[in-house]
């Protein structure tokens, strides 16, 4: 079975690190968190969003819970950056290959750091983006953790 281009290199990743994950492909497709927990049939917390944020000039990937917001506070804290702003849909495109609402946690083109909210590692299973707005792969949070090269913080809002 063929994937889209984007969506092999995503599998091309995961079958080289040798991780149980699988992707799948959902017809209606997965735009928001909501619809892709829907989608896969989770709770909305195992639902990994992949947001781009400019930070000091540069792409930083952040990982949070289809639950919660991140918080560009917590963001810039963690990086450490004074400045930090989501990535326009540009930006997205030219940090990650990816387009934005398919956005995959890797491979990257031009992100300088990946941060992972710790609340995910809380789940046995997540869920990524995969490359298209329809496909999606379950990982366990300690992968993603690796194959992201990501460190764990605290990005979201409380509330």
């Known amino acids: 079975m063929s994937w889209p281009e984007p ?12 991780v149980e994950a699988r992707i799948e492909e959902f017809a209606d497709g997965t735009p928001t968190a909501r619809e892709a927990a829907k989608a896969v049939g989770c709770d909305l917390a195992q639902i990994v969003k992949s947001l781009v944020f400019v930070c000091d000039g540069a792409f930083v990937l952040a990982l949070v819970p289809g639950d919660r917001r991140a918080d560009e506070q917590a963001v810039g804290a963690a990086v ?10 540009d930006e997205v495109i030219h940090a990650t290959g990816f387009e934005p609402g398919a956005v995959a946690p890797f491979p990257q083109r031009a992100v300088t750091q990946t ?25 366990a949070p300690a992968e993603l953790l690796r194959l992201s090269h ?8 409380h509330g």
Do not use: F, K, N, Y
């Open 7 to 18: 969506v092999e290199r995503v599998s091309a990743v995961l079958r080289a690190a040798a």
């Open 80 to 89: 450490p950056a004074q400045l930090v702003r989501v990535a326009r849909p």
């Open 115 to 139: 941060l992972m909210d710790r609340l995910l590692l809380a789940h046995e299973v997540v869920w990524i983006g995969a490359g298209s707005p329809s496909h999606m792969a379950s990982i």
């Open 150 to 157: 990501a460190r764990t913080a605290d990005l979201v809002g």
